[in-house]
């Protein structure tokens, strides 16, 4: 699997994860109870997800085609201070959630609408990256330097506390399925 297939099957996971998330404040916009529970492992998954693993590997895929000129600069720029921006949206509905979550109170309009700006702006953003950034990504880079990227990666991300991030996260992912089956 090359490192552009790891980012389009973690895609995947993110979708799968944000349709959840995406149901549970559907429900309740609905007027019908979330499920608290399973509320507070998406808010996990979504911290450690996202920012500590998905996102870091694509900066540095970004930095690498922005060191070689392949892609315009300024799109590849806009692509990483997306990151940013997602975290800031996940940050303040994440807060909302775990307090909705752990003490059942929240302002649910706000926190209805917090939520629907970071799913649909992470569609976005991960839709741009499937159209055009990974397809001319694995067009223009050579092979060497698609090696040296995935091997850039190994070294910065597979670090002790990242091991510990990815042992966090295949829980929470195991709870969130276990979740999701008892609520069938």
Known sequence: MTIFDAIRHE????????????????AW?????????LLHLLIQ????????????????????LIQHNVLE???LKRLKSEHEEMGDLKSRFTDSLDNLA????SPKWS????????????KLHMADEESQFLPLAEKELPKTRID??????????????????????????????SRLREKK
């Open 111 to 122: 926190l209805i609408i917090d939520v629907g700006k970071y799913i649909d702006f992470q």
């Open 73 to 75: 600069t300024d799109y």
């Open 29 to 37: 916009s609905q007027h019908k109870e979330p499920d608290y529970d």
């Open 11 to 26: 895609h995947e996971l993110l979708s799968a994860r944000l349709a959840i998330l995406k149901n549970e404040i559907d």
């Open 45 to 64: 998954y979504f911290q450690i997800f996202p920012d500590e693993i998905h996102h870091k590997k694509e900066d540095i895929i970004y930095d690498a």
């Open 102 to 105: 752990a003490h059942h109170v």
């Open 148 to 177: 040296e990227i995935s091997e850039t990666i190994q070294h910065e991300l597979i670090t002790d506390d990242a091991k510990q991030s990815f042992e966090n996260l295949a829980c929470i992912d195991d709870d969130i399925e």
